[in-house]
């Protein structure tokens, strides 16, 4: 931001654009200070891993390219990536051509995509940040006007090539959007048919297992539950006919081994035991012990 207000303020006077961008500098500088502050101060994100750039990279190509619904691990996929890499800098070294182009604003666009690598690398010096994809989104719309001008630039030496080179991204974006909306990694939970599929099925002597616990209020609000409530209220437990019926959030907070003791002894008592899984916090069971 600071080089594209100098640019801008320098057209009418460079001691005046530089004035400017001491004042902005110092602020950027005052407001980040007090932000580190109290982030070191209460030991925030001490627990966060540092992202090397061995990471970074070809995660940002993977993601800028045909999207994080494309697995990387296939290799295809990175090959494909590698190919966008590669028109992308054609597109960056054309705007960097000359000195000319440059001082016409030629710098910005590889500017743009570099510039929160650089401050992300260099906020990890002082502590490891938190959710870095959507920092780095921001180098995205840069990244595309690159690789664009890389198509371009190839379109006016060769058109059949650049014709080739638009389909295979065009398939390779196809296959990652296809990804994202029907593949099984991407599917999104559907409560609503959750309720329908319980409603149907549970009977007295049921336990239910939600996990994980942290989503209790959506599956209490989608799933029967309130049939295991009514049961419970309108049954005496001594009654011979009565069926212990239950459900409970897993995994518990007080630890595996609590939990299945506790999943051991309600084989012998429940008829049957359901486990309702969301995939939209998978982190406390990331081993899918449960």
Same mark, same amino acid.
């Given at each position: 931001?600071? !080089?594209?207000?100098?640019?801008?303020?320098?057209?009418?006077?460079?001691?005046?654009? !530089?004035?400017?961008?001491?004042?902005?500098?110092?602020?950027?500088?005052?407001?980040? &200070? =007090?932000?580190?502050?109290?982030? =070191?101060?209460?030991?925030?994100?001490?627990?966060?891993?540092?992202?090397?750039?061995?990471?970074?990279?070809?995660? =940002?190509?993977?993601?800028?390219?045909?999207?994080?619904?494309?697995?990387?691990?296939?290799?295809?996929?990175?090959?494909?990536?590698? @190919?966008?890499?590669? /028109?992308?800098?054609?597109?960056?070294?054309?705007? *960097?051509?000359?000195?000319?182009? /440059?001082?016409?604003? &030629?710098? !910005?666009?590889?500017?743009?995509?570099?510039?929160?690598?650089?401050?992300?690398?260099?906020?990890?010096?002082?502590?490891?940040?938190?959710?870095?994809?959507?920092?780095?989104?921001?180098?995205?719309?840069?990244?595309?006007? *690159?690789?664009?001008?890389? @198509?371009? *630039?190839?379109?006016?030496?060769?058109?059949?090539?650049?014709?080739?080179?638009?389909?295979? @991204?065009?398939?390779?974006?196809?296959?990652?959007?296809?990804?994202? #909306?029907?593949?099984?990694?991407?599917? $999104?939970?559907?409560?609503?048919?959750?309720?329908? #599929?319980?409603?149907?099925?549970?009977?007295? &002597?049921?336990?239910?297992?939600?996990?994980?616990?942290?989503?209790?209020?959506? #599956?209490?609000?989608?799933?029967? !539950?309130?049939?295991?409530?009514?049961?419970?209220?309108?049954?005496?437990?001594?009654?011979?006919?009565?069926?212990?019926?239950?459900? /409970?959030?897993?995994?518990?907070?007080?630890?595996?081994?609590?939990?299945?003791?506790?999943?051991?002894?309600? $084989?012998? /008592?429940?008829?049957?035991?359901?486990?309702?899984?969301?995939?939209?916090?998978?982190?406390?069971?990331?081993?899918?012990?449960?």
């Amino acid at each position: 931001h600071l !080089l594209l207000i100098w640019r801008w303020l320098a057209r009418h006077g460079e001691r005046k654009a !530089l004035a400017w961008m001491a004042v902005l500098a110092l602020l950027g500088a005052g407001l980040g &200070g =007090l932000a580190a502050w109290r982030v =070191l101060s209460n030991s925030s994100g001490a627990n966060f891993d540092e992202v090397p750039l061995s990471i970074l990279l070809p995660d =940002l190509l993977n993601a800028f390219n045909l999207g994080p619904s494309a697995d990387i691990g296939v290799g295809w996929v990175w090959a494909l990536d590698l @190919l966008c890499g590669l /028109i992308g800098l054609l597109g960056a070294i054309w705007t *960097l051509r000359n000195w000319s182009t /440059i001082r016409n604003g &030629g710098w !910005l666009l590889p500017a743009f995509v570099l510039v929160p690598i650089v401050m992300m690398r260099l906020t990890e010096l002082i502590q490891p940040g938190y959710m870095n994809a959507r920092h780095m989104s921001v180098a995205g719309g840069g990244w595309f006007l *690159l690789l664009a001008g890389g @198509l371009a *630039l190839v379109w006016r030496r060769q058109r059949v090539v650049a014709l080739g080179l638009a389909l295979l @991204l065009t398939m390779g974006v196809s296959y990652s959007t296809y990804a994202y #909306f029907f593949g099984h990694d991407y599917q $999104k939970d559907d409560f609503a048919a959750l309720g329908r #599929f319980m409603g149907r099925r549970m009977l007295p &002597g049921d336990l239910v297992l939600l996990n994980p616990s942290a989503s209790w209020r959506i #599956f209490h609000y989608y799933a029967p !539950l309130e049939y295991i409530d009514e049961y419970n209220q309108t049954h005496d437990p001594a009654d011979p006919n009565y069926r212990p019926t239950r459900y /409970i959030g897993v995994p518990m907070i007080y630890g595996w081994d609590v939990t299945f003791d506790t999943l051991t002894e309600a $084989k012998s /008592i429940y008829r049957r035991i359901w486990l309702v899984t969301s995939g939209t916090q998978p982190y406390m069971d990331l081993e899918d012990r449960l």
